[in-house]
Each structure stands twice: as structure tokens, then as C-alpha cells.
């Protein structure tokens, strides 16, 4: 398998903070950790830390007090790289991240909806972990209109960040479909759930910024790991 790229240190650092405070892990209000300590203690440098905090502060999710310290503001709803990514641990957060089993270019799956009018799709099989968690397995199809071939090096953690800024296609809904399925022959060893058993299961149906279809995929999940949850603001 192999590691999808990773989002740049400070906005891996934003994207978790944000998912932590989503969860209700930071409060509102909360009082940050001083800048040195709290670097320490996740293991980065203050500034890359410092980077992620004004990421937190643009987003309205971080007030700087000064001679106080950094104050969280949470908000229900907030622009976010993950916004589309519905599965925390069972606690609630958790980084995702990703290794790809492979991407294929393939006659698109007969029982799949519309997403698009090219016969082909790019097939893209992955392991999705939350702080280096293995909790479920997907399998993307892009239509592929987007693009001639996709490399499995150049995918990012965030498929939907890769879009953006490698194809120009912007994903601006999605409709979810969540029931229970059976995990794949495909499944690697590293997952808990194992072929043949039953999972959690989402079909999604992404469009782009013209309204129109663009990607189908299938998640199976560790219910016993993962959640899938929804926020209403």
C-alpha cells in the first residue's frame, strides 16, 4: 500500500484542532496550553503550531487574549478540509489520514447512480485511519472526465483537497446513504472487520461545483471503532 500525501504539518495540526473542538473535546472558552508547551506536547514546532493557531483564528474558532493566552470559540458549523468526512472515532474526532491499495481505471460498477457521462472512472481503493487508527475501507470512483489518469502517489489524505487543487473540480455536496454491508473479499489484514462480515456502510454521491454528479463511492466501517455522525447547526 501506499501512504497518501499529506496535508502540510500546520493545516494537519488545524484540521485535528478543528475536529477536537466539532467533537466538544475543547470546549468554548477553553483555555489553550502556552504556545511552547502545547507544541511540546504534540510533538511540533512552535511555529508550525503557531501557523495551525492562525488558521483556528481565521476560521473564528480561536481568540488570542494578550497577556492571557489562546481561548477557543467553538461553532457548530465551520469551513473545514474535512467538512464532508463523516466518521470520528467513537469518542468523537480523530485525524484521518490514508493508504491507497491500489487506482485503476475501470468500465464504471452497473449498480452504481449516474456521476458522469465518460464510461471510464478512476478507481481508487483505500484504508481510511483516524489517529493511525485503520477503521475503514473505501472505494472512490471518479468519473473520468476530470482527468486522463490519477497516480496513487500524488492522491492526497483528503481526496476532495487533491480535486481542488489538482483537477479544479470542487466538490460542493454530497447525499449519503448509510446502511449495513457485508466488508469486501478486497479487505486487507489490517483492518478488524474482515471480509464476509457485516460493517457499517455508506454509499455517497459527490457533485461538483456545476451541480452535476461527479464521484460515487462505497465506505465500509468498524462500527465498533468509528462513527458516522452529522451536525445540524
Known amino acids: ?35 511552547r508547551r502545547m507544541a511540546a506536547e504534540l510533538g511540533v514546532a512552535v511555529g508550525t503550531l503557531r501557523r495551525a493557531l492562525a488558521l483556528l483564528e481565521e ?25 464532508f468526512f463523516r466518521l470520528e472515532l467513537a469518542a468523537g474526532g480523530g485525524l484521518p489520514t490514508a493508504r491507497v491499495i491500489d487506482v485503476v481505471k475501470l468500465r464504471k460498477p452497473p449498480d452504481a447512480p449516474y456521476f458522469g457521462e465518460a464510461p471510464l472512472a478512476h478507481c481508487i481503493r483505500r484504508v481510511r485511519l483516524l489517529d493511525d487508527t485503520p477503521v475503514a475501507l473505501e472505494e472512490i470512483w471518479l468519473d473520468a472526465r476530470f482527468a486522463p489518469r490519477l497516480r496513487a ?55 461538483a461545483q456545476d451541480n452535476q454528479p461527479a464521484e460515487y463511492s462505497r465506505t465500509w466501517f468498524d462500527p465498533d471503532l468509528a462513527r458516522y455522525t452529522i451536525r445540524l447547526q
Do not use: C
Open 1 to 35: 500500500m501506499i501512504q497518501s500525501a499529506a496535508l502540510p504539518k500546520h493545516v494537519q495540526l488545524s484540521e485535528m484542532l478543528i475536529r477536537e473542538i466539532i467533537a466538544g473535546h475543547l470546549a468554548d472558552g477553553a483555555r489553550l496550553p502556552p504556545e
Open 59 to 83: 476560521k473564528g474558532l480561536l481568540q488570542r487574549v494578550q497577556g492571557s493566552g489562546n481561548y477557543i470559540s467553538a461553532r457548530p458549523m465551520v469551513e473545514s478540509i474535512y467538512a
Open 153 to 207: 502517489q500524488e492522491l492526497m489524505d483528503s481526496l476532495y483537497f487533491y480535486y481542488k487543487k489538482a483537477l479544479g473540480l470542487v466538490i460542493s455536496r454530497i447525499e449519503d446513504r448509510v446502511t449495513v454491508r457485508d466488508v469486501p473479499d478486497w479487505a486487507p489484514q489490517e483492518l478488524a472487520i474482515k471480509p464476509g462480515t457485516p460493517a457499517g456502510y455508506i454509499e455517497r454521491l459527490s457533485f
